[in-house]
């Protein structure tokens, strides 16, 4: 399958089947030296899979050359931003952490549809936050982890994807003053995890379960607050507790917009309702219901409700992919 990248351009997939990942590494590895030749790079990391691949990648081909972000918007799991940056100046990769919460919570204010909402991530890290390290540094390459399913979704019409820009005829050099290199375009996720093991990373980064660009903002329905952001991280973080030792594919907690009537302590307590899912699948373009055993389910329910304040109604997704999508929004 072709996608079109821009006139005369096109990515093809690399399947897992055909991927040899010391020779990838080495490819790539030569096409970030090439393209940035003897000046720096600017690197987006966010802890997942797809970013730590391409901060190592960036990083054995530019070592201190390659300046690395993790951009703190305020929507990130509990304890991520610290985390993340421990683990890579572990692995010698000196990270800077960006606040930008107050940012990211501004433009996010009173936009309910999920396109504006991923439209208004996406300005506000390429032509806002990034624009500004740019003219503030000079470094005019921007390294970040699009896989070939972003790209896909994206240029289907299926959702938009934020990291998607060249693939939409943006032109980022134009726009924003800087241009984007995205060396894993040609795979999905379970390739990106080969690579991710073949690079040295640790099992903690390359088997985690996907995590959206948009981060916890694609998992409330209706406006984005910091209310609601913590309260889907406080579900979030139950739902990877109970849910870590299945084999599945993804999992992940949604907050629904309309509050529901529940009862406590013989009193009605009227309040919000989260959408737990979980995945079966090898390359995300598919997926079903993971077939949870009830008392996970039982578990899950009388944790949620329980400890995140608020909650009174607990579901599980039972419908595949497609019609339904992974993530909620």
């Known amino acids: 399958m072709f996608l079109h990248r821009?006139?005369?351009?096109?990515?093809?997939?690399?399947r897992l089947g055909d991927l040899e990942p010391e020779r990838f590494i080495e490819r790539k590895v030569e096409e970030i030296k090439s393209i940035v030749g003897r000046a720096s790079a600017l690197n987006a990391l966010s802890g997942g899979v797809d970013?730590?691949?391409?901060t190592i990648l960036g990083h054995r081909a530019l070592g201190d050359r390659l300046k690395?972000?993790?951009?703190?918007?305020?929507?990130?799991?509990?304890?991520?931003?610290?985390?993340?940056?421990?683990?890579f100046e572990n692995l010698g990769v000196?990270?800077?952490?960006?606040?930008?919460?107050?940012?990211f919570f501004s433009v996010l204010k009173g936009i309910r549809d999920p396109e504006e909402k991923r439209e208004a991530i996406t300005q506000a890290?390429?032509?806002?936050?990034?624009s500004r390290i740019v003219r503030e540094s000079g470094i005019q390459y921007l390294l970040q982890g699009t896989n070939?399913?972003?790209?896909?979704?994206t240029v289907a019409g299926i959702k938009r994807q934020?990291?998607?820009?060249?693939?939409?005829?943006?032109?980022?050099?134009?726009?924003?003053?800087y241009r984007v290199i995205e060396p894993l375009v040609e795979l999905r996720k379970p390739a990106v995890r080969e690579i991710a093991k073949a690079l040295g990373l640790p099992e903690g980064i390359y088997s985690r379960p996907p995590f959206p660009g948009p981060a916890l903002a694609a998992r409330i329905i209706g406006e984005v607050t910091p209310d609601k952001v913590e309260t889907v991280r406080k579900a979030t973080q139950i739902v990877e507790e109970e849910l870590s030792g299945m084999d599945a594919f993804q999992f992940l907690a949604v907050l629904h917009e309309d509050r529901v009537t529940g009862v406590r302590e013989g009193r009605r307590d009227y309040g919000q309702q989260i959408e737990v899912r979980c995945w079966d699948s090898t390359d995300a373009k598919t997926a079903s219901p993971t077939r949870l055993p009830h008392e996970i389910l039982d578990r899950l329910a009388g944790r949620i409700t329980e400890e995140v304040p608020g909650i009174v109604s607990?579901?599980?997704?039972?419908?595949?992919?497609?019609?339904?999508?992974?993530?909620a929004i």
């Open 6 to 14: 821009s006139e005369g351009m096109k990515i093809r997939e690399l």
């Open 314 to 327: 607990v579901t599980y997704n039972i419908t595949k992919k497609p019609p339904s999508t992974m993530e």
């Open 162 to 177: 934020h990291n998607v820009l060249d693939q939409l005829g943006i032109d980022t050099k134009e726009r924003y003053g």
């Open 148 to 153: 070939y399913t972003d790209i896909e979704e």
């Open 51 to 54: 970013s730590s691949t391409v």
């Open 68 to 87: 690395t972000y993790f951009i703190d918007n305020g929507l990130m799991r509990e304890g991520e931003p610290e985390r993340v940056v421990s683990i």
């Open 94 to 103: 000196r990270v800077e952490l960006v606040q930008a919460k107050e940012h």
């Open 125 to 130: 890290f390429y032509g806002d936050i990034f």
